[in-house]
């Protein structure tokens, strides 16, 4: 997972000067589901040298991104992926996977696409929302999740009735 990255998402999660924050809870919950996507794809960007065999290069040139070398895991996270890309507008897909999965910063995505200022963070945050109303998450839910665990008794029923203790 892309630490840089992190912080900035987390910067804009953030309330700053009695302004609300530029994204929700819902939004980061989206961006931290999509990020575990992407590392069970291995798709994320490798900073130091693997020395498994699979990785070494033995089966030729092409490495290890043939479906025979995957693991069903990475086949089935690789599916997923593909299937929410073309659900999402090629803008907003390209956006929030640079983001999350290549830990790509706002500035730098702007300058590669010759895109206005803050018009990444418009597009992220577009993006988040469908991600979000794809998986089912709302504001409201997004919050409640932090809350503590409930139950639906008022009170917990004793274990022994007083009948049984005598």
Not at 57 to 82: I, P
Not at 110 to 138: I, Q, Y
């Amino acid at each position: 997972m892309p630490q840089p990255e992190e912080s900035s998402l987390l910067r804009l999660a953030s309330a700053r000067g009695g302004e609300a924050a530029f994204l929700l809870p819902h939004h980061l919950a989206a961006a931290e589901r999509l990020e575990r996507m992407i590392g069970r794809a291995l798709l994320s960007p490798r900073l130091t040298m693997s020395y498994d065999g699979v990785n070494s290069g033995r089966r030729g040139r092409g490495g290890s991104n043939h479906a025979a070398d995957m693991s069903d895991t990475v086949a089935e996270a690789r599916q997923k992926l593909n299937i929410l890309a073309g659900k999402l507008p090629a803008d907003c897909w390209n956006v929030v996977f640079d983001v999350c999965g290549l830990g790509k910063g706002l500035q730098a995505i702007e300058t590669e696409r010759s895109w206005p200022r803050r018009g990444a963070k418009l597009v992220l945050r577009v993006a988040l929302d469908l991600l979000a109303s794809e998986w089912g998450l709302s504001p409201h839910v997004a919050r409640m999740a932090g809350a503590g665990t409930r139950g639906w008794l008022e009170e917990r029923l004793p274990l022994i009735t007083r009948a049984e203790a005598c």
